[in-house]
Nanobody
Framework: QVQLVESGGGLVQAGGSLRLSCRASGHTFSSYAMGWFRQAPGKDREFVAGIAWSGGMTDYADSVQGRFSISRDNAKNTVYLQMNGLKPEDTGVYYC????????????????WGQGIQVTVSS
């Protein structure tokens, strides 16, 4: 059974940085693309970033391109989201996600989800 556990969320001022981590268990982590989604209050869940199984290819939403960076450490079964230049509109619950294929773009149709972690950016 796949388990995805997020950590690293919290409260930060606008312009600040946070690093989210997601540790996976219960399967062969290195075989699948991983990524992140977020959901702001009153809005639908939206794709943020994805990374291929090898870490060689990434995919970002336009709203975070150039500010956020996704990476993974297959030896630690962990995927990271480095968030810089945070804005109040980045506030929301961030979800770790896993695809059922190896390509970064497949994270947009993720099949496994973590429980989510709160990120709040104050103005």
């Amino acid at each position: 059974q796949v388990q995805l556990v997020e950590s690293g969320g919290g409260l930060v001022q606008a312009g600040g940085s946070l690093r989210l981590s997601c540790r996976a268990s219960g399967h062969t982590f290195s075989s699948y693309a991983m990524g992140w989604f977020r959901q702001a209050p009153g809005k639908d869940r939206e794709f943020v970033a994805g990374i291929a199984w090898s870490g060689g290819m990434t995919d970002y939403a336009d709203s975070v391109q150039g500010r956020f960076s996704i990476s993974r450490d297959n030896a630690k079964n962990t995927v990271y989201l480095q968030m810089n230049g945070l804005k109040p509109e980045d506030t929301g619950v961030y979800y770790c996600a896993e695809a059922d294929t190896a390509q970064a773009s497949s994270v947009r149709s993720a099949v496994h989800w973590g429980q989510g972690i709160q990120v709040t950016v104050s103005s």
